[in-house]
């Protein structure tokens, strides 16, 4: 049974930064590509990093140059660095293995970008 758990979400202001964590037990880790995924409430749940086994990334183009992703396999965490936060950034966040899922979610962490 895999559990995923997201942390490190809260409110902050425009221009701010957040760490999120993603800690995995249970399932396939260190050989297994991780992404970052948000959902708001006029959207789907969509792609915003992804890195694979091997450490290499890619993210969607709003959020390049703002956002890092990195993973530790000792500890079964992938990590989200975001900066330069805006409010089009406010979303519940999910990680999850990429490109197929662990066939469940963790509840996400919530972000919100307001002033």
């Known amino acids: 049974q895999v559990q995923i758990l997201e942390s490190g979400g809260g409110l902050v202001q425009p221009g701010g930064s957040l760490r999120l964590s993603c800690a995995v037990s249970g399932g396939i880790f260190r050989t297994s590509g991780m992404a970052w995924y948000r959902q708001s409430p006029k959207n789907g749940r969509d792609l915003v990093a992804r890195?694979?086994?091997?450490?290499?990334?890619d993210y969607v183009g709003s959020v390049k140059g703002r956002f890092t992703i990195s993973r530790d396999n000792a500890k079964r965490t992938v990590y989200l660095q975001m900066h330069n936060l805006n409010p089009e950034d406010t979303a519940v966040y999910y990680c999850?293995?990429?490109?197929?899922?662990?066939?469940?979610w963790g509840q996400g962490t919530q972000v919100t970008v307001s002033s």
């Open positions: 890195i694979n086994s091997s450490g290499g990334t």
């Open positions: 999850n293995r990429w490109p197929s899922g662990y066939g469940s």
